[in-house]
């Protein structure tokens, strides 16, 4: 053993994860196959040092290639940090990226831009089938507001909406997906400049292999993985190792994932938050949330099941909202007014899926959801508030 993490915790009792000195650098090789930097970049630090994709990725791989990191001064302080720091690589959670698009496309949109950017999109897109790039001189404005050198965005820890995926790229400034555990010292695929597709986390590394198990009428199954970046297993818990890797090597992740025939893996969710209905339909929590959360109004989103006295779930959302941009949108500043304006906008997702996966009530907060240090949700604690209301 090399180095000992503790899992976040989100669905249970945080686990100290065993990793061996040959899973991190096993790791440290996969990456440098896949995120293209040397010592010209600048890292921004933002997640904790303590969290294996921070660990890895932001600090080890940024050290094994001679790049600098500079370290965030807090939530508040990253836009100025970018700038400051002149920073050219970014590894962090989705939900920083995607409130970094939406106040993005909110000041684009204010000061009037949004046609000459559509524009410009569509120029620049065009192009590109050409191999000539223009992004970074067409978008010059944007960039600048960036600090001007920012150039490669990583995502993981969660889903990244496609939407700010794809709007990034278009903009000129690389975003890619990654995928990880703890267990698996972190990282297990990512996206490349030559392996992309919208909505995935790429493919799985050279040195691992995957598979699906226990796969379902939609091609849904268990994501699992065997290499040499399994843990070497849970300190002092030989209950929980045995149970999370098999005596052949594969580890189950815990997540749920279709592979497609290219190699290309898109998450689904986590298997223990799936919502099984009565009807055998399965609903992915993940999958709505990310829906719900471009609601202009809705900083976050969390989607569980309710469930009723028939033993069937019904499908819930609890939102919290930004009263300024309430105010500023919809012209309304009450809780009760914020409820109703949302249910609108929530039934009209609902029009764009099936019947069972519709959202049938939600409940409205200002307060900020309970997190893990990497802005996870920690939905059993939610989950719990909920059921004292």
Known sequence: MGIMLFTSGTTAQSKAVMLS???ITSNLFDIASVIKIDENDTFLSFLPMHHTFECTVGFLYAMSTGAATAFCEGIKHIADNIKEFKISVMISVPILYENMYKRLMKAIEKQGKMDKVQKG????QFLLKFGIDIRR??????HNNFGGKLRLMVAGGAALDPEAEKGFNQLGIRMLQGYGLTETSPVIAAEDDKYTRLGSIGKAFPSLEVKLADVNEEDIGELMVKGPTTMLGYYNNEEATKETIEPDGWLHTGDLARIDKDGFIFISGRKKFVIVLKNGKNIYPEELETLINKVEGIKE???YGLPEDDGDYKICAKLQYDRDIMRQVYNVSTEE???????KEVKKINKTMPPYKYIRDIMVTEEDFIKTTTQKIKRNEEM????QK
């Open 384 to 387: 719990k508030k909920i059921m």
């Open 21 to 23: 000195h040959k899973n």
């Open 137 to 142: 001189k067409i978008f010059k404005d944007i």
């Open 121 to 124: 999109i569509k120029i620049t």
């Open 301 to 303: 989103s969390f989607v």
């Open 337 to 343: 007014d914020v409820k109703e304006v949302l249910l």
